[in-house]
């Protein structure tokens, strides 16, 4: 993934399966100011690890550059986010790792090259380490290059700098203070993504391919063997539960109520009420992977 070590932007903009979604931050970075959703044609985004993600790149292009225009004015550097689909996140252990990025990337594509179905040495990659009493943490993301470049480019034709690009799940956990095991399942067309984090920190991530039209019910059914692992391995009960999505999540809330005796809430910390400048009533959850992006708490 790309990294600029410039100031942060304060544009954002999510593309996912069935929208397009831009927002600009207050100036202090302490909430979104506006934003605005435009709505996709069919398949026009199609998320996958391999070439051909974007279908019609022109049209794409246009949304963008309507949706940033409306938000940003002059403003020409944006957070690009981009679908969880289009993306490897892992967790990784290490005994002991490099301090510097340098030397320690290319032990991490060693250790990625049998866990991704693509070339690791040449894909884009990001990742961050965590110092632990008994070795090292690492939290990688990675996409190919060619995938990656479908989405820059569909920035750079409307005029604009994507300085920053990450995937949705993980742009939105950044608006989340989970001090106590927080389970968040985030939904996106088919893709639904399930990360598990625990005193600010991320310990699980799964993303499941989940077939069309299935009810809530049979949506927390596919995501119950994430809450498993956790309690058996971690010794510890889920005890906060975050839905994202753009369709009602009533259904999946009682599903998952039933499972774990968690009431499920919807990702809004109260960092999202920004002025809707395309009336498309969008539900407060559906803006946290710009929010989280572009906000800090």
Do not use: W
Request: hydrophobic content about 45%; aromatic content about 6%; charged content about 25%.
């Amino acid at each position: 993934m790309s990294h600029s070590r410039q100031r942060k932007p304060r544009l954002a903009c999510e593309i996912t399966t069935r929208s397009l979604i831009a927002a600009r931050a207050k100036s202090d970075g302490s909430a979104l100011d506006i934003h605005t959703v435009r709505r996709l044609d069919k398949d026009m985004v199609r998320p996958s690890l391999s070439a051909g993600n974007i279908t019609n790149a022109s049209a794409l292009g246009d949304n963008i550059s309507s949706a940033l225009s409306a938000v940003g004015g002059r403003k020409r550097d944006v957070v690009a986010v981009i679908p969880d689909a289009a993306v490897r996140v892992l967790l990784l252990d290490f005994d002991a790792l490099p301090e510097k990025v340098a030397e320690a990337e290319p032990i991490v594509r060693f250790r990625l090259r049998k866990s991704v179905p693509f070339d690791a040495d040449q894909a884009a990659l990001s990742f961050q380490s965590y110092r632990k009493e008994n070795g090292v943490k690492v939290l990688a993301a990675l996409t190919p290059r060619e995938v990656l470049r479908e989405y820059e480019s569909a920035f750079h034709t409307a005029g604009y700098d994507p300085g920053y690009v990450l995937p949705s799940t993980l742009a939105a956990l950044n608006g989340v203070h989970a001090d106590r095991p927080t389970l968040l399942v985030k939904a996106d067309g088919n893709f639904i993504s399930v990360a598990i984090a625990d005193r600010n920190e991320l310990i699980f991530y799964r993303m499941l391919d989940v077939v069309a039209g299935r009810t809530g019910a049979t949506i927390a059914d596919e995501v119950y063997p994430s809450i498993v692992f956790f309690e058996d391995n971690y010794s510890a009960k889920i005890e906060r539960i975050l839905l994202s999505s753009m369709a009602d999540t009533e259904e999946l809330k009682n599903a998952l109520q039933e499972q774990t005796g968690v009431r499920p809430d919807t990702l809004d910390t109260g960092v999202y009420g920004a002025e809707a400048l395309s009336g498309d009533g969008l539900p407060a959850s559906a803006l946290a992977a710009v929010a989280g992006a572009l906000t800090h708490q």
